[in-house]
């Protein structure tokens, strides 16, 4: 405010010394001549322009402004310090609105006129719900913290947390643990009172009735009071409903229902000689030959039924007191009676004798057969049947049939079969099926597994780990053989699209960093952008760009403007005045005279003029539509009948004497001289 003020007061001077141009006298300084309010600027000294006035310089110090920026220099031939166009850091040189390298990654830094400003890069705006931003150790912008912390545990977003109430689902949503009532399955329409168990969540729908103080189960049977009735709880209610009844048969005219039943019977049965018979039921006959039933209310009597005789029996015959026929059985021989079918006596002991509808029929007994293998078979003396010589005659010994005979090979069993000694090789365990190439061990009969793999001419266990030629793979022995899988790697995190694998690595990596213009960028440093407007990161393998950070405007900055070809906004100076702009610091004309206004910070401020003092012998007066007095230069001076404009030199007689006609009279001044032993000529006063 006091450079703006000293600005306003020179400014001031100078319109005071336009206004009172005119007829006023000339200035000199040595050789330099200037008019009335005529500017003049010392050679010798640029920090003080000057003014004529009255004849005389008037000069003022100019009390410099100080320059917005850090290094400023004078130009030459110039009074006040200037910033100097463009930076330079460590000996590089940045050009004004050139990025410029910052040590902070979380600062962007710009050359604004010749100093190095530098403001926070931008960051992407956090969701609206986020209540605990925080800052990542090494990371410029701050982050939304996801998930919960919960009983000293941190539960994902969107992911489950346990509940202290079993009756309540709790879900980390937005960085809280919401807790909500557990879903209930919905409950049947007809369940009118439902309730809630002690120790559950849910309503359930009390099944089951209570009925004559007992509880029965729902679809369960309900004693019914009337036996002609059967009871059941359906839906919380007990039904009765008639019991069923079986179907009466078709021929029933007249059925009935008994006392004390419920549903109702046919008359069955039959009333024969005073006695009732059942349905169904034997009657006695009057005839022994006869059966009587009792069906369908009558008594039905048949012959009786007779077994019927052989087909061998040709002449049966009914036996006094009986009703069937029989066919006369057994055989007579050697003065006895046999019974049919029964064996009779035989006269040789190679054949067995039986009693056939009537006859002794004889024949061989029954020999059992001889095995299929038997070649020789042979009769013993004294038997009926042929037998097959059982065992085998081996080195001098005999072995029964079926049974072990030693083996002069260890490697074969030997057994008696049909006679003969048959060997087979003994019985061995079953190898594994990946077992590719069994092999017998010396001294041993059965083959074996070989375990274990040979690799590289080592040995190496079955199941054990073998070394890798690729450092990418392990390796195990596996049934024999040597497996190679890749090596187990971490998972890559998702937002990775591009993975790759770096020389002489196994596992895949997220390439870190981002290439841009043919260049490479580090992760989390900053991205030379082609928007000077936007600062732009490497952020997870992308380059994202965010509006620069700007340096806050005044407070008292109402119309804040972006001006073309800047960033950021600038509270728009210069002022709007009676339908004309006018240019910050500019002069605004005053319909006051004795006002000199200048726009300041976009208002019109306005100044009392301070006149300037005029001479003693000036005639006074205002000029209109002014506001300082002025002397009157128009009556010009008269001398020997000669008249004089103002200002104008008039002659005088004196030459060490100067004359001028000034405001309307003559005035003159000593003329002064310097010291000096030259010759001084009589018409000059100074040698």
């Known amino acids: 405010m006091r450079s703006g003020g000293l600005v306003l007061g020179a400014i001031l001077v100078f319109?005071?010394?336009?206004?009172?141009?005119?007829?006023?006298k000339k200035c000199k300084d040595g050789k330099v001549y200037g008019s009335f309010g005529q500017e003049y600027d010392a050679p010798k000294n640029p920090c003080?322009?000057?003014?004529?006035?009255?004849g005389r310089w008037k000069c003022v110090t100019i009390d410099c402004p100080k320059p917005n920026c850090d290094n400023p220099y004078k130009p030459p031939g110039k009074c006040c310090k200037e910033c100097k166009p463009g930076c330079e850091i460590d000996g590089k040189k940045y050009n004004d609105g050139e990025d410029v390298p910052s040590d902070n990654k979380c600062e962007v830094c710009k050359c604004l006129k010749g100093t190095v400003e530098c403001n926070p890069t931008g960051c992407p705006p956090l969701p609206s719900y986020c209540e605990k931003p925080y800052t990542p150790t090494g990371k410029c912008c701050p982050e939304c913290?996801?998930?919960?912390?919960?009983?000293?545990?941190?539960?994902?977003?969107?992911?489950?947390?346990?509940s202290d109430n079993k009756c309540k689902?709790?879900?980390?949503?937005?960085?809280?643990?919401?807790?909500?009532?557990?879903?209930?399955?919905?409950?049947?329409?007809?369940?009118?009172?439902?309730y809630t168990p002690p120790g559950q969540c849910c309503p359930e729908c009390k099944t089951g009735c209570d009925y004559n103080d007992k509880h029965y189960d729902e679809d369960g049977n309900v004693?019914?009071?009337?036996?002609?009735?059967?009871?059941?709880?359906?839906?919380?209610?007990?039904?009765?409903?008639?019991i069923g009844c079986p179907p009466l048969p078709s021929y029933c005219e007249k059925p009935?229902?008994?006392?004390?039943?419920?549903?109702?019977?046919?008359?069955?049965?039959?009333?024969?000689?005073?006695k009732h018979y059942d349905e169904d039921g034997n009657v006695p006959s009057d005839n022994k030959c006869k059966t009587c039933k009792c069906i369908k209310g009558k008594v039905e009597c048949y012959p009786v039924e007779c077994p019927p005789l052989p087909s061998y029996c040709e002449k049966p015959y009914t036996p006094p007191g009986q009703c069937c026929p029989e066919c006369k059985t057994g055989c007579d021989y050697n003065d006895k009676h046999y019974d049919e079918d029964g064996n009779v006596p035989?006269?040789?002991?190679?054949?067995?004798?039986?009693?056939?509808?009537?006859?002794?029929?004889?024949?061989p007994i029954g020999c059992p057969p001889l095995p299929s293998y038997c070649e020789k078979p042979y009769k013993p003396p004294g038997q009926c049947c042929p037998e097959c010589k059982t065992g085998c005659d081996y080195n001098d010994h005999h072995y029964d049939e079926d049974g072990n005979v030693p083996s002069d090979n260890k490697c074969k069993t030997c057994k008696c079969i049909k006679g003969k000694v048959d060997c087979y090789p003994i019985g061995c365990p079953p190898l594994p099926s990946y077992c590719e190439k069994p092999y017998t061990p010396p001294g041993q009969c059965c083959p074996e597994c070989k375990t274990g793999c040979d690799y590289n001419d080592h040995h190496y266990d079955e199941d054990g780990n073998v070394p890798s030629d690729n450092k990418c793979k392990t390796c195990k022995c596996i049934k024999g053989k040597v497996e190679c899988y890749p090596i187990g790697c971490p998972p890559l995190p998702s937002y990775c699209e591009k993975p790759y694998t770096p020389p002489g690595q196994c596992?895949?990596?997220?390439?870190?960093?981002?290439?841009?213009?043919?260049?490479?960028?580090?992760?989390?440093?900053?991205v030379p952008s082609d928007n000077k407007c936007k600062t732009c990161k490497c952020i997870k393998g992308k380059v994202e760009c965010y509006p620069i950070g700007c340096p806050p405007l005044p407070s008292y900055c109402e119309k804040p403007y972006t001006p073309p070809g800047q960033c950021c906004p600038e509270c728009k100076t210069g002022c709007g005045y009676k339908d004309k702009e006018y240019a910050e610091d500019d002069s605004v004309p005053s319909e006051n005279p004795c006002e000199v206004c200048k726009c300041v910070k976009g208002k019109v401020e306005c100044a009392v003029i301070d006149c300037p003092e005029l001479p003693p012998y000036c005639e006074k007066y205002t000029p209109p539509g002014k506001c300082c007095p002025e002397c009157k230069t128009d009556s010009g001076c008269e001398l020997n009948g000669k008249k004089y404009a103002e200002g104008e030199k008039v002659p005088t007689p004196n030459p060490c004497k100067i004359c001028s006609c000034q405001f309307g009279k003559i005035n003159c001044k000593d003329v002064k001289c310097k010291q000096c032993d030259a010759y001084k000529p009589p018409d000059k006063c100074c040698c």
């Open 15 to 24: 319109l005071v010394a336009v206004v009172s141009a005119g007829r006023a």
């Open 48 to 54: 003080k322009p000057c003014t004529c006035r009255n």
């Open 145 to 162: 913290k996801t998930g919960c912390d919960y009983s000293d545990t941190h539960y994902d977003e969107d992911g489950n947390v346990p």
């Open 169 to 194: 689902t709790c879900k980390c949503i937005k960085g809280k643990v919401e807790c909500y009532p557990v879903e209930c399955p919905p409950l049947p329409s007809f369940c009118e009172k439902p």
């Open 223 to 242: 004693p019914s009071d009337n036996k002609c009735k059967t009871c059941k709880c359906i839906k919380g209610k007990v039904e009765c409903y008639p």
């Open 256 to 274: 009935y229902t008994p006392p004390g039943q419920c549903c109702p019977e046919c008359k069955t049965g039959c009333d024969y000689n005073d």
């Open 346 to 363: 035989s006269d040789y002991k190679c054949k067995t004798c039986k009693c056939i509808k009537g006859k002794v029929k004889c024949h």
């Open 507 to 526: 596992c895949p990596e997220c390439k870190t960093g981002c290439d841009y213009n043919d260049k490479h960028y580090d992760e989390d440093g900053n």
